[in-house]
């Protein structure tokens, strides 16, 4: 008998949705998805918050962050 126990994400985590409205004004750094190279996971660039048209999710330090590419 494995030791391993399997769980829905849903049941282990609460999810956090606060959210950035982008501003011209601001000049945050931000990561996406784009910013991540495929396969390792190494970060490739950055973006700046300036050039976002739509609303984003804000993490903070020891947040677990959830991907995913449609």
Do not use: C
């Not at 769980?7 to 606060?18: N, R, S, V």
């Not at 000049?27 to 996971?41: M, S, V």
């Not at 020891?62 to 995913?68: C, I, M, Q, S, T």
């Amino acid at each position: 008998m494995s030791e391993w126990k399997e769980y829905k994400l849903g049941d282990i985590t609460l999810p956090i949705k606060d959210i950035y409205i982008p501003d011209s004004k601001d000049n945050h750094i931000y990561i996406g998805l784009e910013h991540i190279e495929q396969e390792t996971l190494r970060l490739n660039s950055l973006g700046v918050s300036s050039d976002i048209k739509s609303n984003k999710f804000i993490f903070k330090a020891n947040d677990v962050l959830f991907g995913k590419l449609m």
